[in-house]
């Protein structure tokens, strides 16, 4: 009997370890290949090295490889964990990242990863992504430009060398400019217009398509009949939203951003700018003051991305406003010294003469 507690009580510890090693060993090997699960025209798979050959539905590449498309061409990639990664015209995407992250060489793609899947990290170029159970839209463009929309779920994008960190939202897009070196401010996007891409019409139904379509949903309940911000542009002394002068409106929105809860105010913003297009400057200003007024000094509320134990990849935390970033500052190469004096020269006099 005691010899057999003391194997219970010496295996306990390993298999506990086991347990706790195996999900993280698992995740960071599941973007090591992916099954080919779609091919329109023109797809190649150029392995490391080698010349590049037609791509097969139902092969799988490995890591090492990679997958490009030809014009009006695309393809989807499906990894063991389910994640989708979908690719444009003249796209290329590497397989096998370091451990859980996708590294998009350039042209436009489409990812989704699951819920509880284990998280990504999306490089495109200097700018990373991290998701964890999430549904965006992305292209990476010749010049450097790069542009990142959100379709449900959230993101922390980090532009690492400048130490910039910004979260983006469903319904939102950010841009990076390699000019400015700087993750340009989110704007909000017509979702129901981003589901035009080829990328989702022309492929199966996506795993998340109803979490698209309630965030679609919430941002026209935000400007329909009777709702706070059309009530509020009525007593504003307007019709209706369509309408309003843009006194009114903006009156009608302020007065309905100061009541609404955090976690709605991008909603509204979202179905506001749709509904007026022509107010999206001030519409956007107005709800980037009511940020900085609410998370100044940001605390636990801007938390967005959590270590789910293992299960989620840790993400950093991110503000929930842009950051200033300071500008780089270029000091001479060579350090400036007093000029060097001969010793047979006789130091001159403070005094002159």
């Known amino acids: 009997m005691n010899m057999e507690r003391r194997c219970i009580l010496l295996i306990a510890p390993i298999a506990l370890g086991l347990a706790n090693w195996l999900p993280n060993q698992v995740a960071a090997a599941d973007f090591g290949e992916a099954q080919v699960t779609q091919v329109v025209q023109d797809v190649k798979v150029v392995p490391a090295g080698a010349?590049?050959?037609?791509?097969?539905?139902?092969?799988?590449?490995?890591?090492?490889?990679?997958?490009?498309?030809?014009?009006?061409?695309?393809?989807?990639?499906?990894?063991?964990?389910?994640?989708?990664?979908?690719?444009?015209?003249?796209?290329?995407?590497?397989?096998?990242?370091?451990?859980?992250?996708?590294?998009m060489g350039s042209g436009q793609f489409l990812l989704y990863v699951p819920k509880r899947a284990g998280?990504?990290?999306?490089?495109?170029?200097?700018?990373?992504?991290?998701?964890?159970?999430?549904?965006?839209?992305?292209q990476v463009y010749p010049s450097g430009i790069v542009e990142f929309t959100v379709l449900e779920g959230s993101a922390c994008l980090s532009l690492d060398r400048v130490g910039q960190t910004l979260q983006v939202n469903a319904g939102q897009m950010i841009v990076y400019d390699p000019i400015a070196m700087r993750l340009e401010n989110p704007v909000e996007v017509n979702l129901q217009e981003e589901l035009n891409s080829p990328l989702v019409t022309g492929f199966r139904p996506l795993p998340s398509s109803g979490l698209i379509n309630e965030?679609?949903?919430?941002?026209?309940?935000?400007?329909?009949?009777?709702?706070?911000?059309?009530?509020?542009?009525?007593?504003?002394?307007?019709?209706?939203?369509?309408?309003a002068t843009p006194e009114q409106f903006m009156q009608a929105f302020n007065s309905v951003l100061v009541s609404y809860p955090p976690s709605q105010v991008r909603t509204l913003v979202a179905g506001a700018i749709r509904a007026r297009?022509?107010?999206?400057?001030?519409?956007?200003?107005?709800?980037?003051?009511?940020?900085?007024?609410?998370?100044?000094?940001?605390?636990?509320?801007?938390?967005?991305?959590?270590?789910?134990?293992?299960?989620?990849?840790?993400?950093?935390?991110?503000?929930?406003?842009?950051?200033?970033?300071q500008p780089f500052i270029i000091t001479p190469l060579t350090p400036q010294f007093p000029p060097v004096v001969s010793p047979e020269q006789a130091p001159r006099s403070s005094r002159g003469g």
């Not at 026209?220 to 019709?239: C, E, F, T, W």
């Open 51 to 103: 010349a590049s050959r037609p791509a097969a539905v139902n092969e799988t590449v490995t890591k090492g490889n990679a997958v490009q498309t030809g014009v009006q061409s695309r393809s989807e990639l499906t990894f063991k964990d389910k994640t989708i990664t979908r690719l444009g015209e003249k796209s290329i995407f590497n397989v096998g990242g370091d451990g859980r992250t996708i590294d």
């Open 119 to 138: 998280g990504a990290k999306v490089k495109m170029g200097p700018v990373t992504a991290a998701i964890t159970g999430t549904t965006v839209l992305g």
């Open 215 to 243: 965030t679609i949903e919430s941002q026209r309940a935000v400007v329909a009949p009777n709702s706070d911000l059309d009530r509020a542009v009525r007593a504003a002394g307007a019709a209706n939203i369509a309408t």
């Open 277 to 325: 297009p022509d107010l999206a400057n001030q519409i956007t200003a107005a709800a980037a003051q009511s940020r900085r007024v609410r998370y100044s000094g940001y605390g636990k509320d801007g938390k967005d991305f959590k270590e789910y134990k293992g299960k989620e990849i840790a993400a950093p935390e991110c503000p929930p406003t842009n950051q200033f970033v």
